[in-house]
């Protein structure tokens, strides 16, 4: 008796918390676990940005990248570097035809009278920032956007089949994007994906010494009169591209800048021989890079 009596009690006091939580879930004292929003994401790799940089002379050929840029060509002492942007939302961010965009004249995209393609406006910003707090601003123009490289696993949302390749041009359709789970790659070695630290580009020449690179995905800007502002954050702050959060768009890592750094260069990528392509403003989308 003492043991069917102690079991009934516990059967009446499992349904009666039962019961209590059923109530309380109805009263909307307890909340139910909402769905994660649907968004992307965009963030820049700092550790890849950290790996890949070195200071060097190279001569600048009379290139559009350079003619953009108001940069001299010769012989010019610059610093190369990569960037790498993923997506780690819970959605594609998805562009599409750019010559789409560029014809409603919505802001995303201007015509690049040399290159005689789209530049997308406002992907990202690049400086150089000296431990006085001056600011020198790289000329790099955004081309398009691709997957070119699965995240890796530890940001938690695994990549799919890539969906984004082909940036598209003023005569055939492209399909831009970067989806959840990959990520897009401006290279070292891609044209005018450089700061020129001798005053070659009329910026004023860099001194030796320590610096930091920082970049900005999807920066804000104040619109001018009649430009477009296609989506604005909390602080009222025009963006290209909305996000699920614009608080993780900056990455800054350390560098240096030696008084003679030659032509095999100083830094993580001192005397590489990768062929720098003065022509082509992005990988061409073929495949994804190997990392």
């Given at each position: 008796m003492i043991r069917y009596s102690s079991v009934?009690?516990?059967?009446?006091?499992?349904?009666?918390?039962?019961?209590?939580?059923?109530?309380?879930?109805?009263?909307?004292?307890?909340?139910?676990?909402?769905?994660?929003?649907?968004?992307?994401?965009l963030i820049v790799r700092g550790d890849i940005l950290s790996q890949q940089w070195l200071v060097r002379d190279e001569r600048i050929g009379h290139v559009c990248s350079a003619e953009e840029g108001n940069v001299e060509p010769g012989l010019r002492r610059i610093l190369r570097f990569t960037v790498m942007t993923p997506n780690i939302g819970t959605a594609d961010l998805h562009i599409g035809d750019p010559l789409e965009h560029f014809n409603a004249n919505d802001g995303l995209f201007e015509f690049a009278s040399c290159h005689n393609h789209l530049h997308f406006r406002h992907y990202a910003l690049y400086e150089l920032i000296g431990q006085d707090g001056y600011v020198w601003k790289a000329a790099k123009r955004g081309f398009c956007m691709l997957d070119t490289d699965p995240n890796p696993a530890y940001y938690g949302t695994a990549p799919r089949d890539w969906q984004y390749r082909s940036c598209g041009s003023l005569s055939s359709p492209g399909n831009q994007g970067i989806s959840a789970g990959w990520a897009d790659t401006y290279r070292f070695t891609l044209a005018g994906q450089y700061f020129v630290l001798d005053g070659g580009d009329g910026q004023p020449a860099v001194p030796s010494g320590n610096y930091r690179i920082r970049i900005t995905v999807n920066p804000p800007f104040v619109a001018r009169k009649n430009e477009p502002c296609p989506v604005t954050d909390a602080a009222g702050y025009c963006h290209q591209l909305p996000e699920l959060d614009y608080t993780n768009n900056v990455v800054e890592v350390p560098v240096f800048i030696p008084s003679h750094p030659g032509q095999q260069g100083t830094g993580p990528l001192a005397g590489n021989t990768d062929p720098v392509i003065e022509d082509r403003c992005h990988d061409d989308g073929t495949k994804p890079n190997k990392k």
């Open positions: 009934r009690r516990r059967v009446v006091f499992s349904i009666h918390a039962t019961l209590c939580v059923a109530l309380a879930v109805l009263a909307g004292t307890i909340q139910r676990p909402e769905a994660q929003p649907l968004g992307a994401d």
